[in-house]
C-alpha cells in the first residue's frame, strides 16, 4: 500500500497528471468492463454461464462454448458450425473490400485529376449518397435484386455493401490523389509514360496509406452490417456471422444458452479488435481525411 | 480521334488541366455503374413504388397517394416516429457531452494518451449488431453483469426485465449506444481541438481565460464545423436506429420501442406490403435530406463569414 502510494506520488504522477491519469483509467475500464465481462461469460461451462446469481470471475474455464458453436449439437440452433458461417462472412468481407477498393481507387482518381463532361453532376449523386442511407432504400434493392434473381445470395449482398460503402471511399480516395503534387506527374509526361503508367507506378504508391484506410472500412462495414444481411439472406446456410447470433439468441424450451451465445459475440467481434490494433493508424487517418475533416 | 490526341498533348505541356476529357469519365465509370444500378435505380423505383399497391406476388396497382394518407392516419407509424425522435433527442446530446469530454481528457499526443484513445475506441469497431446481442446479455436480470453490479451496490433485487417497461427499455439501448459510439465523437471532437493553433489558447491564458471560459469561448466558437458535422451524422445515424433496438428490446413493451427503420422493416418485410413500406421509406428519406441540407447550409454560411 505505502509503495504504491509512493510509486504514485514522485515522478510524473503528480498533481494534475495523476487525476488525469486515474480519470482515463476508469473511463478506460467502463469502455472495457462489457467486453470483458461477456469474454469472462463465454469461458464458463454452460450451467455456470446461466445460473443466477452470476459470479464475476469463473470458477471453472473452459473453452467448451467455443467448441460448441464449431461442432454443433444435432436438433440445436445452429444447423452449421461457426467455419460455415465464418466463410460466408469472409466472402463477403473479401468481394466488399476488393471492389470497394477498385472502384473507389479509379474514381478517386477521376475526379481528383481529370476534368471532364458532367463530372460535377457525377460528384453531386455520390454526396447524396450520404443523405441518402442504404437503409431508405432496402424495399427497392430487394426488389431489384430479386429480379436479377440475387436474393439470399451473398453476390447480391456484396453489390449492395460495394454501393454504399463507395461514397466515403471515393471521398477518401480523391482527397489522397488531391494531396500528390501534379509536378509529379508532369515530370513523368514529359518523359513520355502512358497515362495507366502514371497511375500505376507513381500515384498508387503515393496513394496507398488511403488505399489501406478504404479498405479497412469497407471489411468493418461488410463484416459487421447486420440490417440488409437480415433481409436480403433468407437460408440459415448462406447467413453470415451477425446474423448466425440471431440463431444463438433464440432460446429452447424459454432458456437461452447465454455462454453459448456471449462466445458466438465474442468470435465475431475479436477479428474486428485485432485488426484495429495492428491497423489503427490507417483507421483513424481514414476517418480524419474521408469525414471528419468535411 | 487525333484531334483529341493532340488536345490532350497540348492541355498537359501547357500545365494546367491534364490528360483527355474522356479519361477521366472512365475512371468514374465503373464506380457509376453501381451508383446507377443500385443506387439511383431503386431510388427511382422507390417513389414509384410508394404511390402503389405493390404485394410480394401479383401485379402492383396504381393508387395515387393512398399510401401517404394511410402513413399520417397510422397510429403505429406515429408511434414509431415518435419513439425515434425521442431517441434522437437523448442520444445526439448526450453523445455530444460523453465525446467532448473524452476528446479533452485525450487531446495530446503522448503516448499515454494514445493508449486511452485506443482503449476507449475498442467499442466502436464492433459490429452494432454483435454489440447489442452483447447487452441483450449484458442487461438480462438472471445471468447479465450489469443487474448484478446493481444488486451488489445495494440498489434493489433487479429482477423485472430491463426491457419490459418503458422508459428503462429505452435508457437500455441509449446506454449502450452511448458506450459504442463516445468514442467516434471523440476522435471527431480531437481532430477539431487538435486543430486550434496552439498561440489562440496561450494569448488567451495570458489574458486570464481559465479552463471553462476557454472551452466556451474559444474552443466551442471554434469547433462550430466539427459539431455541425458530428450532430448530423448523430442525428441521421439516430433516425435509422435498427439493429438496437431489433435485438435488445424487440419493440418491448408492446410495441413502444419500435422505430421508424424497425416498422418499416416489419411493413415491408413480414407483412410484405412492399409500396407502403416505400412511401414510409421515402418519409424517411425526406427527413434524412431536410437534416444534411440544413449541415450544408450552415457549414457554408460559416465559410462566408
Redesign the interface.
Known amino acids: 500500500m505505502n509503495k504504491t502510494k509512493k510509486f504514485f506520488s514522485v515522478g510524473p504522477f503528480t498533481g494534475p497528471f495523476r487525476g488525469?491519469?486515474v480519470?482515463?483509467l476508469s473511463?478506460?475500464a467502463?469502455?472495457?468492463?462489457?467486453?470483458i465481462?461477456?469474454l469472462l461469460?463465454s469461458l464458463k461451462p454452460s450451467r455456470m454461464?446461466?445460473?443466477?446469481?452470476?459470479d464475476?470471475i469463473p470458477k471453472e474455464v473452459t473453452l467448451n462454448n467455443y467448441e460448441r458453436i464449431f461442432v454443433p449439437a444435432k436438433g440445436g440452433f445452429l444447423e452449421y458450425g461457426a467455419w460455415h458461417y465464418t466463410v460466408n462472412s469472409l466472402i463477403l468481407a473479401f468481394g466488399t473490400v476488393v471492389g470497394v477498393s477498385?472502384?473507389?481507387t479509379?474514381?478517386g482518381?477521376?475526379?481528383a485529376?481529370?476534368?471532364?463532361?458532367?463530372?460535377s453532376a457525377?460528384f453531386a449523386?455520390?454526396l447524396?449518397?450520404?443523405?441518402?442511407?442504404f437503409?431508405?432504400?432496402?424495399?427497392?434493392?430487394?426488389?431489384?435484386l430479386a429480379n436479377f434473381g440475387l436474393t439470399n445470395s451473398l453476390l447480391g449482398v456484396i453489390?449492395?455493401y460495394?454501393?454504399?460503402n463507395?461514397p466515403l471511399s471515393?471521398f477518401i480516395m480523391r482527397n489522397s490523389f488531391a494531396e500528390i503534387p501534379?509536378a509529379f506527374?508532369?515530370a513523368a509526361?514529359?518523359d513520355g509514360a502512358s497515362?495507366f503508367r502514371i497511375f500505376r507506378t507513381i500515384m498508387m504508391p503515393l496513394a496507398l496509406p488511403g488505399l489501406i484506410s478504404t479498405a479497412l472500412f469497407a471489411f468493418?462495414a461488410s463484416?459487421?452490417?447486420?440490417?440488409a444481411a437480415t433481409?436480403f439472406i433468407s437460408t440459415n446456410g448462406n447467413y453470415p456471422?451477425?446474423?448466425m447470433?440471431?440463431l444463438?439468441?433464440s432460446s429452447q424450451r424459454g432458456e437461452i444458452d447465454?455462454g453459448l451465445?456471449?462466445a458466438?459475440?465474442i468470435y465475431?467481434?475479436l477479428p474486428?479488435?485485432l485488426?484495429?490494433?495492428v491497423l489503427?493508424k490507417y483507421?483513424?487517418q481514414g476517418?480524419?481525411a474521408g469525414?471528419?475533416?468535411? | 480521334m487525333s484531334a483529341i490526341k493532340s488536345l490532350t498533348a497540348r492541355s498537359s505541356y501547357a500545365g494546367k488541366k491534364r490528360f483527355s476529357l474522356s479519361g477521366g469519365f472512365l475512371f468514374v465509370l465503373p464506380a457509376m455503374i453501381f451508383v446507377s444500378m443500385f443506387f439511383l435505380w431503386p431510388l427511382y423505383s422507390l417513389i414509384m413504388m410508394s404511390f402503389q399497391d405493390y404485394p410480394l406476388l401479383g401485379d402492383p396497382t396504381w393508387i395515387g397517394l393512398d399510401n401517404y394518407k394511410e402513413a399520417f392516419t397510422d397510429d403505429e407509424f406515429k408511434g414509431s416516429f415518435k419513439i425515434t425522435i425521442i431517441y434522437t433527442l437523448i442520444v445526439t446530446p448526450l453523445l455530444f457531452i460523453t465525446g467532448l469530454g473524452c476528446a479533452l481528457l485525450i487531446k495530446g499526443t503522448s503516448r499515454i494518451s494514445i493508449f486511452f484513445r485506443t482503449i476507449f475506441f475498442i467499442p466502436v469497431v464492433i459490429g452494432f449488431g454483435s454489440a447489442a446481442f452483447l447487452w441483450f446479455w449484458f442487461i438480462n436480470p438472471d445471468t447479465g453483469y450489469l443487474p448484478q453490479i446493481m444488486r451488489d451496490l445495494g440498489l434493489g433485487d433487479m429482477k423485472e426485465s430491463w426491457t419490459a417497461t418503458m422508459p428503462l427499455a429505452l435508457i437500455m439501448v441509449v446506454l449502450m449506444v452511448v458506450w459504442k459510439f463516445t468514442a467516434f465523437q471523440m476522435i471527431g471532437f480531437m481532430t477539431g481541438l487538435q486543430a486550434i493553433p496552439e498561440e489562440i489558447n496561450e494569448s488567451a491564458s495570458l489574458d486570464g481565460a481559465t479552463g471553462m471560459k476557454k472551452l466556451r469561448f474559444i474552443s466551442l466558437p471554434l469547433l462550430r464545423r466539427t459539431i455541425g458535422l458530428l450532430m448530423v451524422l448523430s442525428i441521421s445515424g439516430s433516425l435509422l436506429a435498427f439493429d438496437q433496438f431489433y435485438i435488445i428490446t424487440a419493440g418491448r413493451p408492446e410495441g413502444q420501442t419500435q422505430t421508424i427503420a424497425f416498422y418499416l422493416f416489419r411493413q415491408a418485410f413480414l407483412a410484405f406490403r412492399l409500396g407502403y413500406g416505400a412511401a414510409l421509406s421515402v418519409i424517411l428519406a425526406v427527413l434524412l435530406m431536410i437534416i444534411s441540407l440544413i449541415q450544408i447550409k450552415l457549414s457554408r454560411m460559416d465559410t462566408h463569414e
Open positions: 488525469w491519469f480519470i482515463c473511463l478506460g467502463l469502455f472495457m468492463f462489457p467486453l465481462s461477456a461469460t454461464a446461466s445460473q443466477f446469481p452470476p464475476y477498385i472502384l473507389a479509379l474514381a482518381y477521376g475526379f485529376r481529370f476534368k471532364f463532361f458532367g463530372k457525377l449523386f455520390i447524396l449518397m450520404f443523405m441518402i442511407p437503409q431508405a432504400l432496402l424495399v427497392p434493392l430487394f426488389r431489384i453489390f449492395v460495394i454501393t454504399y463507395l471515393v501534379s506527374e508532369e509526361m514529359i497515362v468493418f463484416w459487421n452490417e447486420f440490417f433481409i456471422l451477425p446474423v447470433l440471431t444463438l439468441q447465454w451465445m456471449q458466438g459475440v465475431t467481434i474486428c479488435v485488426i484495429f490494433l489503427q483507421y483513424i476517418l480524419i469525414g471528419l475533416k468535411g
